[in-house]
């Protein structure tokens, strides 16, 4: 099975920072990769399909790169309204492995 | 508008037995493949099972005692989980695969509210 990680776990930034995220497959999956955005209480939202391909209706600031074994999420000028936790999948291969998630706090 | 709702769930002992339905509206059900995922309180997201227009996929942890299905004709679909156990407590999520190719090897596009399994004695 693919095993996916993510690092930080959780991170704290201050409204119009850079952040990224990164996700790790242990095997090499292509651009088979989503991420996810989860509000406190809300249901998970398709932000980024294909590793870099912007959802219908996500801000621009959020992007995604990779390929292979090693993806990025950057949210470049950091809202309020990101305040979230973020979960990369893989869809590559079944079982369609999520990663652990990342807490943004702002 | 497109749109999954999840029902069937509630309080149910160790054991015990639960069948979820999700009903979908506004796209064309039997072109795509439909996943569950789950949830438990306070926990990250664990993908449970797919169905595409004719094969199943199930997690190790749960093959054996899930049963995914799909109705064409009513367009709901539906999981069976025999023999609960109490990690099984979470919300269920149904969603649809973002391409209509009837593969299950896609993001998920639309989620539903989900529905809460909760197994205790």
């Known amino acids: 099975d693919i095993q996916m990680t993510q690092s930080p776990s959780s991170l704290s930034a201050s409204v119009g920072d850079r952040v990224t995220i990164t996700c790790r497959a242990s095997q090499g999956i292509g651009n088979y990769v989503a991420w996810y955005q989860q509000k406190p209480g809300k249901v998970p939202k398709l932000l980024i399909y294909s590793a870099s391909t912007l959802q219908s209706g996500v801000p621009s600031r959020f992007s995604g790169r990779g390929s292979g074994t090693d993806f990025t999420l950057t949210i470049s000028n950091v809202q309020p309204e990101d305040i979230a936790t973020y979960f990369c999948?893989?869809?590559?291969?079944?079982?369609?492995?999520f990663g652990p998630g990342t807490k943004l706090n702002i | 508008e497109v749109q999954l709702v999840e029902s069937g769930g509630g309080l149910q002992q160790p054991g015990g037995s639960l069948r979820l339905s999700c009903g979908a509206s506004g796209f064309n059900f039997k072109n795509y493949a439909l996943n569950w995922v789950r949830q438990a309180p306070g926990q990250g997201l664990q993908w449970v099972s797919s169905i595409s227009r004719g094969d199943t996929y199930y997690a190790d942890s749960v093959k054996g005692r899930f049963t995914i299905s799909r109705d064409n004709s009513k367009s709901v679909v539906y999981l069976q989980i025999n023999s609960l156990r109490a990690d099984d407590t979470a919300i269920y999520y149904c969603t649809k695969v973002r391409v209509g190719d009837g593969y299950i090897y896609g993001a998920s596009d639309v989620w539903g509210p989900g529905t809460m399994v909760t197994v205790s004695s």
């Open positions: 999948q893989n869809y590559n291969r079944a079982p369609l492995t």
